[in-house]
T-cell receptor, first 113, second 114 residues
Framework: QKEVEQNSGPLSVPEGAIASLNCTYS??????FFWYRQYSGKSPELIMF????GDKEDGRFTAQLNKASQYVSLLIRDSQPSDSATYLC?????????????FGQGTILTVHP | KAGVTQTPRYLIKTRGQQVTLSCSPI?????VSWYQQTPGQGLQFLFE???????NKGNFPGRFSGRQFSNSRSEMNVSTLELGDSALYLC?????????????FGQGTRLTVV
């Protein structure tokens, strides 16, 4: 079992729809959860982070964390073609391991007009 | 506020050579982590330096090494290059302490080994 798994893609949604990206993790000691967006040929860009159970909203993005189910998700509302990218879920343990991120394999999202 | 700066952006090396990559973190950040990204393996953690000490290490051979200087700048070295070392090498900068440890990536160094 991989430490961090993301829903297999690619995911294609029409412009204006909600895109739902999912991630599960295996280590119950994980404490910090991040979503990065990576455009082709570019480096990952941090878009959301969440530490506590529940929802966290930032503009069109909502991150959801359920530690009991070891599940974290990202919702993108009113999806735009510019949201087309690979979305990476990353997980970190606490203490001195904060600097070590474990990434999922990524989900390719395509938003078509 | 300046971001994370990696140099060089592109490198072409021959098998058996060694290479040194550089990373300058965001001002005030004391943690620098290095990652290798390949199409087959995705993003894999190499190591992390915090206050000039290696704090975490991934599962890479000893050919991969690093260090951090007192100004938090970090270098990564790969010796005896192999074809399989061709990848995008990314460094990430963070404060490295407490819960507010969001990591920000540099633009990466694209290494090609021929």
């Amino acid at each position: 079992q991989k430490e961090v798994e993301q829903n297999s893609g690619p995911l294609s949604v029409p412009e204006g729809a909600i895109a739902s990206l999912n991630c599960t993790y295996s280590d119950r000691g994980s404490q910090s959860f991040f979503w990065y967006r990576q455009y082709s040929g570019k480096s990952p860009e941090l878009i959301m982070f969440i530490y506590s159970n529940g929802d966290k909203e930032d503009g069109r993005f909502t991150a959801q964390l359920n530690k009991a189910s070891q599940y974290v998700s990202l919702l993108i509302r009113d999806s735009q073609p510019s949201d087309s990218a690979t979305y990476l879920c990353a997980v970190a343990k606490g203490g001195t391991s904060y600097g070590k991120l474990t990434f999922g394999q990524g989900t390719i999202l395509t938003v078509h007009p | 506020k300046a971001g994370v700066t990696q140099t060089p952006r592109y490198l072409i090396k021959t098998r058996g050579q060694q290479v040194t990559l550089s990373c300058s973190p965001i001002s005030g950040h004391r943690s620098v982590s290095w990652y290798q990204q390949t199409p087959g393996q995705g993003l894999q953690f190499l190591f992390e330096y915090f206050s000039e000490t290696q704090r975490n290490k991934g599962n890479f051979p000893g050919r991969f090494s690093g260090r951090q200087f007192s100004n938090s700048r970090s270098e990564m070295n790969v010796s005896t290059l192999e074809l399989g070392d061709s990848a995008l090498y990314l460094c990430a900068s963070s404060r490295g302490q407490g819960m507010n440890t969001e990591a920000f990536f540099g633009q990466g160094t694209r290494l090609t080994v021929v």
